[in-house]
C-alpha cells in the first residue's frame, strides 16, 4: 500500500500564497482601517492616493467580487436594470473575467512603473473624460477601469449601498475577528521578529517556541521586573475596573519586558548592581509615566534578597494569568489563519498535477500536515485522507476552530508531565483536544507500505508523528527533495527525530531491509512551473497556466489569448540570459506567431518547449 505525506511545500509547490509570511502580510492590511470605497467622496470627485495603493496591495491575496455573484447582484437589482443596459453589464463582465491576470500586471505596473504624479494623472483623466479611449497603456487602462466603474457606482447613493453590502457581505468573517487581531500579543510579536529578521521569512512555530520556553520558569530572577509592572499597573486601577486601556497597556509592556530580559545573558539579577538594573527596568518604564512610582524600583532593589521559593509562588499565580491570555490569542490567530486559507488560498484555482505524485501509483491513503484541500483536487482515485493538523472548514465557527498550531514537547522527560501551564501550546494536546484524529495508526499495520514524503522538511516541530512513522517495522520511506540543500536539511533533522545510528542503519543496511534501504531519497525530477522562476515572475507564469487552462476548457480565446501571451512575451525576457539570446529570440517568434494566428495547439506546444527550459535551470 502506498501512503502519500504531505506538508507545506505540496501547496508551495502548486504556487500558494501558504507561507506563514504571506499570512501575516494579509493580516496587516485586514488590521488597516480604510476600505477601498473610501477613496471617494459622495459626489465621487476625489480619489485617495494611499486608499488606491492599499487596495491593488489586498489584491495580491483576495478578489472581494466573483463573477457568477456579481451577475446574480446584477440581475437582482432592479435599479440596475433600469438605469444601466446590458451593454453595461457586459463590459464589466469581461473586465471582471480577466481580473486575476489584469491585477497582477497593475500590481507590477503600480508598484514599480507607475508613480504618483502619473497615477494621480491618470485617475483624473479618467474622471474628467468618461468616454476616453485610454491611451495610456493596454494593462494600465485596466485600473482605470475598475475606478471608473467604483465612481460611476459610487455616484448613484442607493446604488452605492447596495455595491457596498455586497462587498462587506464578501469579507465580514474577517472583518469579525479584526479588532481581536489589533491587540493580538502573537501577531504583536511575529511582526516585530519579521523586522528583525527580514520581511521574506517568518516561522510561527519556531518562534512561539522560543517564547514558551523563556516564560517557563528557570530560576531567572529577572521575572521579578515582569511581576512588579504587572502588579503596580493592575494595582493602580483596581479601583478603576472600567480603565481597561491602562490596565492592557501594562500587560502588553510586561509581556514585552519579559520576552526582552529573558535573553539577557545573566545567570541571576543578584549579580547585576544597582546602576545595571535600574537601567534594565527604566528600558521599560518611563518615569513621566503617570502610573509610575518610585518606590516600585525601591522595592524592587529589596526584592534582590528574596527567596527563591517565594519567586516560584509568585510566578506560578502569574503564569496562569499570562498563559490564559496568550491561549485566548494563540486561538484567534488560527482562527483568523484558517479564514485566511479558506477565503484567500482555497479560492485559487491550482493548475497541473504534479508528475512526481502521479507516478506515485496507486496512492490510496494521504496523510496531511496541511490545513488545505490541494490534494482533493488530484483526481487519482484516494480513499482516505488524515488531515493530522485539521483542515479549514466549511463553515467557519468564530467561536472555535479545529487546526493545531503550536509546538512539539520541549521539556525534558522529568518536567514534561509536571509544568502543565502550557500545555495548551503542545500540538499533541491541540490534537487530543481538538479530535483531529489520527486514523494513520491504523494503516501502518497493513504488510508491504511505501511511505511517501513529498514537500515535507521533516522539521521535529511533528517528532512525535514523524517518529512513528519512520520506525514503521512494514515501511519502506521514500523523500522526495527539490535540491541538494533540501536533502542536507532532511538529513539533520532525521538525524534529530531518530538519532544518527538508526538513520545509517535505514539508510546503509540493505540485508536488513530486503532489497533496498529502509529510507531512500528520491530527487525530484518535476517541479510545477514556477518553481524555477525568480520570484516576481512566478506568479505572471501561474496566471500564463490560468488562462492557458480557461482556454483549453472552451473559454473564450478573445478574453483570455491575449494577456497569456502579453505576459508569456514578459517572463521569457526576463528569464534567459544574455548568453541565451537565440533562445529568447525564437520564443518571442513564436509568441507573435501565435497571437496572431490564435493557434491554441501551438500554444500548448510553446508552454511544454518552456517547461523543459525550466527543468534544466533546476
Not at 494611499?50 to 483576495?62: A, G, L, T
Not at 463573477?67 to 469581461?94: M, P
Request: glycine letters at 4%.
Amino acid at each position: 500500500m502506498n501512503i502519500l505525506v504531505i506538508g507545506n511545500g505540496f501547496d508551495l509547490a502548486h504556487g500558494l500564497p501558504t507561507k506563514y509570511g504571506d499570512f501575516l502580510n494579509f493580516i496587516l492590511i485586514l488590521r488597516s482601517d480604510s476600505k477601498p470605497f473610501e477613496c471617494f467622496n459622495v459626489d465621487g470627485k476625489e480619489i485617495s492616493l494611499d486608499i488606491i495603493d492599499k487596495f491593488i496591495k489586498i489584491n495580491k491575496f483576495m478578489n472581494f467580487f466573483y463573477l457568477d455573484e456579481f451577475n446574480e447582484w446584477f440581475d437582482n437589482h432592479e435599479i440596475i436594470k433600469e438605469k444601466y443596459s446590458d451593454e453595461k453589464k457586459n463590459l464589466i463582465t469581461q473586465f471582471w473575467m480577466n481580473i486575476n491576470i489584469n491585477y497582477t500586471v497593475i500590481i507590477n505596473d503600480t508598484e514599480i512603473h507607475v508613480n504618483k504624479t502619473y497615477l494621480k494623472d491618470n485617475i483624473e483623466y479618467i474622471s474628467n473624460n468618461k468616454d476616453c479611449n485610454y491611451d495610456r497603456g493596454k494593462y494600465t487602462k485596466k485600473i482605470w477601469e475598475y475606478i471608473f466603474f467604483i465612481k460611476w457606482v459610487y455616484e448613484n447613493e442607493e446604488l452605492k449601498n447596495k455595491f457596498l453590502d455586497f462587498h462587506d457581505n464578501k469579507i465580514n468573517e474577517l472583518t469579525k475577528i479584526k479588532d481581536k487581531l489589533q491587540k493580538n500579543y502573537w501577531i504583536k510579536h511575529f511582526i516585530k521578529r519579521r523586522e528583525e529578521i527580514g520581511e521574506g521569512w517568518i516561522d510561527f512555530e519556531q518562534e512561539m517556541l522560543d517564547v514558551l520556553k523563556k516564560l517557563e520558569y528557570n530560576e531567572n530572577s529577572f521575572y521579578k521586573i515582569f511581576f512588579d509592572i504587572l502588579y503596580y499597573y493592575h494595582q493602580e486601577n483596581k479601583e478603576n475596573k472600567e480603565n481597561k486601556e491602562v490596565i492592557e497597556k501594562g500587560d502588553l509592556i510586561a509581556f514585552e519586558a519579559l520576552i526582552e530580559i529573558s535573553s539577557y545573558n545573566k545567570d541571576n539579577i543578584i549579580h547585576v548592581n544597582d546602576d545595571e538594573f535600574k537601567e534594565i527596568y527604566s528600558n521599560f518604564i518611563n518615569e513621566n509615566d503617570d502610573v509610575y512610582k518610585y518606590k516600585n524600583l525601591c522595592m524592587l532593589k529589596e526584592f534582590k534578597i528574596s527567596s527563591k521559593n517565594a519567586w516560584e509562588i509568585l510566578y506560578s499565580n502569574y503564569e496562569k494569568f499570562i498563559c490564559k491570555r496568550l491561549i485566548d490569542d494563540m486561538n484567534n490567530l488560527i482562527l483568523a489563519f484558517e479564514l485566511y486559507l479558506k477565503l484567500v488560498v482555497e479560492e485559487i484555482q491550482v493548475q497541473g498535477n504534479n508528475k512526481d505524485i502521479l507516478n506515485i501509483s496507486p496512492i490510496k491513503k494521504v496523510i496531511s500536515f496541511n490545513y488545505t484541500h490541494t490534494i482533493k483536487k488530484y483526481n487519482i482515485g484516494i480513499e482516505e485522507i488524515d488531515y493530522i493538523h485539521g483542515e479549514v472548514r466549511e463553515y467557519v465557527n468564530l467561536n472555535n476552530n479545529n487546526m493545531v498550531l503550536g509546538v512539539d514537547e520541549y521539556l525534558p522527560d522529568d518536567k514534561k508531565n509536571k509544568y502543565l501551564n502550557f500545555i495548551h501550546f503542545k500540538k499533541y494536546f491541540q490534537r487530543i483536544y481538538k479530535n483531529t484524529g489520527a486514523y494513520y495508526k491504523d494503516w501502518l499495520t497493513t504488510k508491504d507500505i511505501n511511505i511517501y514524503f513529498f514537500g515535507h522538511s521533516l522539521d521535529s516541530s511533528d517528532k512525535d508523528i514523524l517518529k512513528e512513522l519512520l520506525d514503521c517495522e512494514n515501511a519502506k520511506i521514500k523523500i522526495f527533495y527539490v535540491n541538494e540543500e533540501q536533502k542536507a536539511t532532511q538529513i539533520s533533522n532525521l538525524v534529530k527525530i531518530i538519532g544518527q545510528d538508526k538513520l545509517i542503519d535505514y539508510t546503509y543496511n540493505k540485508k536488513k531491509f530486503g532489497t533496498d534501504a529502509k529510507i531512500q531519497f528520491i530527487k525530484q525530477e518535476y517541479k510545477l512551473y514556477m518553481n524555477a522562476l525568480e520570484e516576481n515572475l512566478q506568479e505572471n507564469y501561474y496566471n500564463v497556466m490560468k488562462q492557458l487552462s480557461y482556454i483549453n476548457k472552451g473559454g473564450s480565446i478573445e478574453y483570455h489569448l491575449q494577456d497569456c501571451m502579453s505576459l508569456l512575451y514578459i517572463i521569457i525576457d526576463n528569464f534567459f540570459l544574455v548568453e541565451q539570446k537565440n533562445d529568447k529570440e525564437e520564443f518571442k517568434k513564436q509568441i507573435e506567431e501565435i497571437r496572431n494566428t490564435k493557434n491554441i495547439e501551438k500554444l500548448n506546444k510553446l508552454i511544454e518547449d518552456f517547461d523543459e527550459k525550466l527543468k534544466q535551470k533546476v
